[in-house]
């Protein structure tokens, strides 16, 4: 990402706004973390009773990342209807987890991560395949967002790029570990109605001013082919996203902890409601794209198209709100990301493979010394500023791709085995790796996921078993 020149912000009032969100978000963390019993099930999973509204509230604000507010409208801008589109079906992956999710609630009433499922359901070698990607896929992720809290927030107020990253991970680290689970999705609650609510409003005003038979014209006339949506590369990166989209849900402890925290009652609807919710999103942004575009507004970064709009239609005003909805996205998907891979180390690691002896206290306090290292590897892996966000997460697509087809085959084929789970991951990840490098890092996930498919099923039907869901129900 190449930084702007000049900020959109004054930095001594883009402190102003960030002192203010910070003590917010840590007060109310410490406070809802006050609420709870004080057990390790209270601090990971927030005593298991999480309500519809905050389910789907927690869902939506943890996959709305930077990326989502700037890199949408990047995309409308750059390549039309296709680009905005592409990006929205993200949301497939949550849509396709609902049934998913009921179906995990239902099977594993006590658990508490995704590595209790593959354990559990494939044995320890499938375990060390699958947490090996969930490792690279993580670091990778926390390196994404941490880095982009750094460049985002340069760009916008002109803070130097270790001290932007070292705030929001700061503030999204404090919050986590004093209030665990709860203090997450509490946060995660008002972070995704700032985010909906400012993003409306920056739609509204450019629409106003520059209605849609405006823009559809101008589009036509100047740029046709970003209305075509026949596109061929258009198509195939539109597969990719929404087969990442679900390699990135269907294994990672995020959303597997969501569902564990969640009633059971509540827990498919809110995975409906929350990707459906957080699809407007890229296509609210990418359509913001479209306006500038048909304008030929002026930018000297792509990157920046949603901020250099926000300031044109509000001044001062508009700079201010894409700070506030890159400061809430950003804190909104590092607490989560935290949270859930502390739990995952405490309890994969720490208790089921180190000290299985732990007692509820030391296993609580294990995910605190989690959330903790979790940030300072952070911090020590983004100190150095890469050129390309986005290679990293198409480099862990063609990895997390691979696990879809053996996660949803475990959950619902008893004759799905653990050989033909372990060749489905390295298989598929390999493949990926190799289309990431040698065709295009757009693809590599469809690929990943393709070969995948054709391993389990083989694999599952020439090599079936019989295995018993009850051994699923294991005690936490």
Known sequence: MTLNSTPFLAPGF?????????????????????????????????????GLALSTATLMASWVTGNTTLLAPEFGYRTGLWGMFSYALAGLGLILFAPLALRIKQLMPNGRTSGDFIRLRYGRMAWWVFMLITAIYTFGFLMTQAMGAGLLLQALSGFDYHIGMFVVIGVATMYTLFGGMRAVIGTDFIQ???????????????????????VHSQLMEYHPDRL?????????????SALFSMGEVFHNN??????????????????????????????????????????????????????VMAADLLGAGGAALVFVVVFASLTSTLDSLLASTADL????????????QATDVQLKHAAKLMVVGLALVTLLLSWPRLDSLASVLFFTGSLVASTVWPVACGLYWRSANANAAIAAMLSGSIVGLLAY????????AVFSAALSALVMVIGSRYCSERFDFALLEEEA
Request: charged share 15%.
């Open 14 to 50: 883009a402190w102003g706004l960030v002192v203010i969100f910070s003590v917010l978000w840590i007060a109310l963390g410490i406070a809802w973390g006050r609420r709870g019993k004080g057990d390790a099930d209270e601090y990971m999973l927030a005593g298991r009773n999480i």
């Open 192 to 214: 995704s109605l700032l985010i909906m609510v400012l993003l409306a409003v920056v739609a509204v005003l450019a629409f106003r001013l520059f209605p849609m038979p405006e």
């Open 228 to 240: 075509n949506l026949l596109l061929p590369a258009g198509l195939l990166i539109a597969w990719n």
């Open 254 to 307: 995020i959303w597997w902890s969501r569902v564990f925290a969640s009633r059971r009652s509540v827990v498919m609807n809110s995975f409906l409601l929350g990707g459906l919710a957080w699809m407007s999103v890229p296509l609210v942004t990418g359509s913001i794209g479209l306006v500038a575009l048909a304008r030929e507004l002026p930018l000297e970064q792509v990157n920046m198209v949603f901020p």
């Open 345 to 356: 180390l405490a309890e994969d690691v720490y208790f089921r493979l180190l000290r299985p």
């Open 437 to 444: 490098n040698l065709i295009a890092p757009y693809c590599a």
